[in-house]
């Protein structure tokens, strides 16, 4: 009976394992042999063993591409989740007027779709007649061209994802939603002012939350391509070359596709460092607390 039970249940989730299988395993195992040989999808694979990782850390491309998103990671993300916390907690008032209305708001806009959205910041930032330079003229301040400088072109992205930030600053109101108000009602006994109520009782409570928005955060900011590659192509002087656009432009613009398979292989164990790291500094916090 237990071994019928089995043969049933595999049959039930054959397709499963079939499209594993197929459009996943496989695709991972080839990527890897890819990134141990010289393939240009002309011609047969030629063995190089990890000359194309040695070769990854030799270009100045590739680094400059993996310190652009190093940078989004560590100023842009860090950005991020801390102004969605804010607003998140700003939003969970209920003696605010149309609070609900906001909150709508703060999520439209992750309803846009991505070439949209990118043709839309486009417009705004225009350095001669976009939304926010002639919004910065009426008080008589010169706004720079945002994504024709490339000091500004990555804040420009930075700004960019935090208007679309509305995913995680839904996720953070529900987390805000089990936090008992008892907490609160005895903090207030003791003396406690919004600051110290926010430092010691919100941002541990929600911590499991702000830890998932923030391995999603990274994982997604590592592959942040269509945005960069619809709005400057990497420019300006490769400032917003980040690490998946020059994965694609190796593999299907230089044809380089055991380079870039290399560089997807490093990109995976940067994902997986830095998540472990996280979770083990979330457990790290939690014995603090």
């Keep these: 009976m237990k071994k019928r039970s089995t043969i049933t249940g595999l049959l ?3 397709p499963w394992i079939i ?11 080839m990527s890897f042999y890819y990134s141990l040989t010289n393939y240009s999808m002309i011609g047969a694979p030629q063995f190089i063993g990890f000359q194309n990782y040695r070769n990854l850390f030799q270009d100045s491309v590739f680094l400059t591409s993996l310190g652009n998103t190093v940078y989004m ?3 842009g993300l860090s950005f991020i989740t801390v102004s969605t916390i804010t607003i998140a907690i700003l ?3 209920p003696r605010i007027k149309g609070i609900s209305f906001f909150r709508v708001v703060f999520f439209l806009p992750t309803l846009v779709p991505t070439v949209v959205l990118s043709v839309l910041w486009i417009w705004i930032f225009q350095p001669d007649n976009g939304l926010i330079n002639s919004f910065l003229h009426i008080f008589g301040i010169s706004g720079p061209g ?24 839904i996720i953070y109101l ?8 008892s907490l609160y009602e005895a903090a207030s006994i003791d003396g406690a002012n919004p600051f110290q109520k926010a430092f010691y009782i919100t941002v ?5 939350v702000i830890v998932f928005n923030v391995i999603t955060g990274l994982i997604g900011t590592f592959q942040s391509f269509a945005e960069s590659f619809i709005m400057t192509s990497g420019g300006p002087d490769n400032a917003t070359l980040f690490y998946s656009l020059n994965l694609y ?3 299907f613009q230089y044809y380089k596709i055991g380079y870039a398979s290399a560089m997807a292989w490093i990109l995976l164990l940067i994902v997986l460092i830095c998540t472990i790291v996280l979770l083990r500094m979330t457990k790290q916090l939690k014995t603090d607390w």
């Design 204 to 208: 541990p409570m929600l911590k499991p």
């Design 249 to 251: 432009e190796n593999a």
């Design 91 to 93: 939003l969970n008032n």
């Design 12 to 14: 039930f989730i054959s």
């Design 174 to 181: 529900a987390g805000l939603q089990d936090i008992p108000t």
């Design 146 to 169: 945002w994504l024709s400088n490339p000091h500004w072109a990555k804040p420009s992205f930075i700004l960019m994802g935090l208007w679309g930030a509305g995913n995680a600053i």
């Design 19 to 29: 499209g594993f299988l197929i459009f996943a395993a496989y695709p991972a195992i």
């Design 73 to 75: 990671v560590l100023i």
